[in-house]
C-alpha cells in the first residue's frame, strides 16, 4: 500500500531530475514552469501542488544538493585522520561530481545569482560550509608540519576556487580523463599548501578504474557557454 506522501515525494523527484536539465540547457531565467510541468507529464496547475513557485523550486532544488553533498563529503572525511589524506579525499570527491554530475555543479556555480537575497544567504551559508571544511583541514596539517601558509583561511579559499574552477569551464572531449584531472589538480593544491615536493603518482585514484576516453560522449555546453572544448591532448 502506498504511503500517505510518497507520490508527491516520487512527483517531486521527477521534477527535479527535469529542473536539473532544464536549467542546466536553457537557464534559470530562460526555464519556464509550463516547460518544467510539460517535461514531467503535468498540467501547469498541477505543479503547484509540488512548489510554491520558480523561485522557491530553485531555492529547494540547490538546497538538497549541496545538503546531500555535504552529508557524502563528511562521510568520507570522517573515515580519515591524517590531513594529507583528508586533502586528497576533498578534491577526490569535488572533481568526480563535477564530472559525473556536471549539470548539478554547473547550476551550484551559476544560479545562485538568482535566488532572492533571503534564499542567498541560507544557500551561501551552505556552501560556506565547504570552505569551513578545508579550512579545517589545513589548520590540522599546518599544526602537524605537513602544510606550510601564510594565513589559513585565505589558503582555504584558494584551494575551493581551484575545485570549484571545472564546473565552469571543463567540458570533455579530447580530453583528460578523469584521473589525470586528479592528477593535476591535486598537485596544484598541494603546491598551493606549501608542499613542493609533492609526488603526482602517489595521488590514489578516486574510483576502481580508470576512465578512458571511450567512456565520455561529448556534450554542448549550457546556455550562454560555448560548446567547444578547453582540455585537449
Same mark, same amino acid.
Given at each position: 500500500?502506498?504511503?500517505? @506522501?510518497? /507520490?508527491?515525494?516520487?512527483?517531486?523527484?521527477?521534477?527535479?531530475?527535469?529542473?536539473?536539465?532544464?536549467?542546466?540547457?536553457?537557464?534559470?531565467?530562460?526555464m519556464?514552469?509550463?516547460?518544467?510541468?510539460?517535461?514531467? @507529464?503535468?498540467?501547469? @496547475?498541477?505543479l503547484?501542488? /509540488?512548489?510554491?513557485?520558480?523561485?522557491?523550486?530553485?531555492?529547494?532544488?540547490?538546497?538538497?544538493?549541496?545538503?546531500?553533498?555535504?552529508?557524502?563529503?563528511?562521510?568520507?572525511?570522517?573515515e580519515?585522520?591524517?590531513?594529507?589524506?583528508?586533502?586528497?579525499?576533498?578534491?577526490?570527491?569535488?572533481?568526480? /561530481?563535477?564530472?559525473?554530475?556536471?549539470?548539478? #555543479?554547473?547550476?551550484?556555480s551559476?544560479?545562485?545569482?538568482?535566488?532572492?537575497?533571503?534564499?542567498?544567504?541560507?544557500?551561501?551559508g551552505l556552501?560556506?560550509?565547504?570552505?569551513?571544511?578545508?579550512?579545517?583541514?589545513v589548520? /590540522?596539517?599546518?599544526?602537524?608540519?605537513?602544510?606550510?601558509?601564510?594565513?589559513?583561511?585565505?589558503?582555504?579559499?584558494?584551494?575551493?576556487?581551484?575545485?570549484?574552477?571545472? #564546473?565552469?569551464?571543463?567540458?570533455?572531449?579530447?580530453?583528460?580523463?578523469?584521473?589525470e584531472?586528479?592528477?593535476?589538480?591535486?598537485?596544484?593544491?598541494?603546491?598551493?599548501?606549501?608542499?613542493? #615536493?609533492?609526488?603526482?603518482?602517489?595521488?590514489?585514484?578516486?574510483?576502481?578504474?580508470?576512465?578512458?576516453? #571511450?567512456?565520455?560522449?561529448?556534450?554542448?555546453?549550457?546556455?550562454?557557454?560555448?560548446?567547444?572544448?578547453?582540455?585537449?591532448?
Open positions: 500500500m502506498r504511503q500517505r @506522501g510518497s /507520490h508527491r515525494a516520487g512527483t517531486f523527484s521527477a521534477i527535479k531530475a527535469a529542473g536539473i536539465r532544464l536549467i542546466y540547457e536553457h537557464g534559470y531565467e530562460a519556464t514552469l509550463r516547460m518544467l510541468a510539460r517535461s514531467v @507529464g503535468l498540467e501547469s @496547475g498541477s503547484y501542488y /509540488h512548489i510554491k513557485d520558480k523561485q522557491d523550486f530553485l531555492f529547494r532544488l540547490l538546497k538538497e544538493i549541496i545538503e546531500a553533498n555535504i552529508a557524502a563529503l563528511d562521510e568520507k572525511l570522517a580519515l585522520d591524517d590531513p594529507e589524506e583528508q586533502i586528497r579525499a576533498f578534491i577526490c570527491f569535488f572533481i568526480t /561530481h563535477q564530472w559525473e554530475k556536471k549539470e548539478e #555543479a554547473f547550476i551550484i551559476s544560479e545562485v545569482r538568482s535566488l532572492t537575497p533571503e534564499n542567498y544567504q541560507v544557500i551561501n556552501t560556506r560550509s565547504f570552505q569551513d571544511r578545508v579550512e579545517e583541514i589548520r /590540522h596539517g599546518v599544526a602537524r608540519g605537513k602544510f606550510r601558509v601564510r594565513n589559513v583561511g585565505v589558503a582555504a579559499i584558494a584551494v575551493c576556487d581551484v575545485l570549484s574552477g571545472p #564546473a565552469r569551464w571543463y567540458y570533455p572531449k579530447e580530453l583528460l580523463v578523469l584521473d584531472m586528479i592528477e593535476m589538480i591535486t598537485e596544484m593544491v598541494f603546491r598551493l599548501l606549501g608542499v613542493p #615536493a609533492y609526488a603526482a603518482n602517489t595521488i590514489p585514484l578516486c574510483r576502481n578504474a580508470a576512465s578512458s576516453a #571511450a567512456d565520455i560522449q561529448p556534450k554542448a555546453g549550457p546556455a550562454g557557454f560555448p560548446a567547444r572544448h578547453l582540455w585537449v591532448r
